[in-house]
């Protein structure tokens, strides 16, 4: 069974075939850092976290490479405007190196609540110039590019000429030059479908550099194309990105590597977008949630608090190609949804296994189960498939863990098995390690105490006794549960 | 009251006046990332971070600049042989930026386990080519570099002439030339004292970009005046470092800065180093213990785990000018004075302040503490002094806890201030947030209610069921403590 994805450039499903294998080049858009990090930043580096950890599972050796933008991405994604970070520094009187470093702090704070792996290399687009600079020469060199005005453009006419730009977006030349984007700057192009490559700083610009061009900083969509080739070579297996990035970003980068005679990337990989009760998240629409935000529950749109994980798990019930809808309903159905998962996952454990095999049953939804969830992972990352078959599992267990049913030590392998590397390695939920081990193993060991206490009460008929060890443990939230195998308890 | 901090390049304490009040530029060396981080990075991150809260703290407003050095910084601190971190690139076949991405993450969650707060900028050597660059053509046009053979020197004999080359580390320029370090590549330059600004790439070298003298890559030193350059201006206030990097880093560092006519930093601070049971530490000696062993235990020489925020207090308790010895001894006598402190410090809002004021005695030992402490930590840092002050506290809080001694309103406010501030803001210890906080309020509530179950099994004489419940909260690690107020418990 091989891995497929969803290629944007071929519009289908492939077969997913290295170039070098065993060894992945995996590329992907990260954010560029002048706010705090949202839902959309989320569900990208979610999504090319699933890829990652389902490379390497699968044996690849994988080289993620996430950049981080910190310079050159214009307001509005155009060719004109102030510098995103440039204008935040400004507004906080603040070096924009400060502004950048603060919120790609903040975002790695974020993406590790989140469970999102390190990359193996993060680049930043600031230190990667000369090898920009490098890019816009070979492009000017072969033909594809242009100064004009201290700026340099990249002749999309010209290209298209032998190649077809909008390959990958599907979006028409002719569109783009009649219509498309009205440009203020457009004397300084020969056409408005064109792009910068390098732009010249005005007096006022501080992040800028010297160049065969006079001062300026590189235009967007450089950094991806020389830090690709740079950390993967010319051609590499996996460019991913949000989809809002396939036009005009990697559209632009594919041009710029293929006016350089290579190729980039063998796959295109592109996660949707995240709407909030059913509208477009935006700073406008009073809408647009940060991490923060959910976990701390504190926007009037927000019902609770929601933990990491369950921010998480929300998004890999979805499959990575759908839109995904936030609310406050699907949320809490999400929150509970783990927890029967996870206590189930605990459960697997303590399953007794059969004296005699005679008296186990086979579970039908435990036989193969870890093929099962593993052939729906490789079946382009079908995440909500394979938590389904988790879901189903979980009867078993349960049944199991109370004694109503008893299953072979193969399926209780099994289940272990999938529970761990299904559920823990590759969609990557942890229990929470941040639990106090100490305090944890005390309260163990004074509810193991109290439970004996209240058996005894229960023996010597001290009904009142008893009824005060339970009426006191729901007042903190510990609530008992006898059953077949004597009294358990459990937070609620 | 004013800081006064000890210069290394006056060779005395002085008064701190910042070039641009309220405004402070401190840049200090981060660490070379081939490798764990250990007990050096860890000392001279908490020294300067001691130094970026106190001047917060004071009301300055700091931009802190430290550097990861991911290029150019050769084995031996040489101008020849391998650069450390492509060594360790070929050594584990990976992309040299793969190394350095790799153990960057890992010095950063080692530093925040440490509760090191975040530089507001921390640029990579290999991000600053340019700038770099820049800086050896600088040089070269004042006439203090030459190129030989593909690679740029600093000729530190032309900037004697005129310059004082040892200024900073108190060495003779005689002595360098005549021993000191002996280096096979000396045909290259024209004295045995001069260092690299530029190396040469050998085919071989992967990290490696062009230049005005073919390809290669910046000196270790050019890095450090490069972007305290870029970040802090030419001028800045402080420069940071452990005392191993006075010479020849700092000392050439300083020269490259004059060089271009310009003085770099106003003071110069450096932290000393560690040794490990009287010896110096050492990956020969079988004694060179990273953090990670440190926080686990798992190391022959180290008889228990150490929080990490033991390490910090550890390190707190000695003067940053000090050598700082470490044993299982005193760490063990840290361990148990941190807790006193922490208890302390949770006390003081359970302290019942008195209802007649008359009743209230000022404590000699609490009146001016948070000024006391303060003028400790202005003294050049001396956090040893500012803790002892905390420890003489804590004998009237606990006084006070217990019932034995009231103190005023204003004594509890000031403690309260104190430890707030000083043990909290500044001296950065902090309680254990990982602390699952459910876990932990249901623990307090079983506590509760197993205190009350105790008390009514006294009452009744039931001696059996009160020693019962003694013994299993013993064996849990839970201590009952019977005092005037009743009955309190602790965790083991």
Known sequence: ???????TLTRKKEDFVPINY?????????????????????RAALTFDLLFRLLQSEGYKVRYVRNITDVGHLEADADHGEDKIAKKARLEQLEPMEVAQYYTNRYHYYMHKLGVKD????????GHIPEQIELVEQIIAKGYGYESNGSVYFDVEKYADSNNYGVLSGRKLEDMQSGGRSDSFTSEKRSVA???LWKKASPEHIMRWNSPWGAGFPGWHCECSAMSKKYLGENFDIHGGGMDLIFPHHESEMA??????????KYWVHNNMITMDGKKMGKSL???INLEQFFSGEHSLLEQPYQPMVIRFFMMQAHYRSTLDFSNEALKASEKGLERLLKAWAQIGKITPPVDTNTATNA??????YEKCREALLDDMNSPIAIAHLFDATKSINAAAEG???????????????????LGTILGITIDNNQNDKTSNALSGAMEMIIDLRLKARENKDWAASDFIRDQLVKHDIKLKDGANGTDWELD
Do not use: R
């Open 286 to 288: 009073g809408n647009a």
């Open 364 to 369: 039908e939804n435990i036989v193969g189960l």
């Open 22 to 42: 065993p060894f992945v080049g995996l590329y992907v858009c990260g954010p560029t850092v002048y706010g705090d990090p949202h839902l959309g930043h989320a």
């Open 194 to 196: 064109d792009f910068a």
């Open 256 to 265: 710029q590597s293929t006016a350089c005679n290579h190729s980039s990337a």
């Open 404 to 422: 109503k049913k008893i299953i072979s030590q193969k399926d209780i392998l099994e289940l272990q098995k999938t529970f761990d590397l299904i």
């Open 1 to 7: 069974m091989k891995l497929q994805l969803y290629n």
């Open 119 to 126: 990359p193996s290399i993060e680049p930043l687009a600031s």
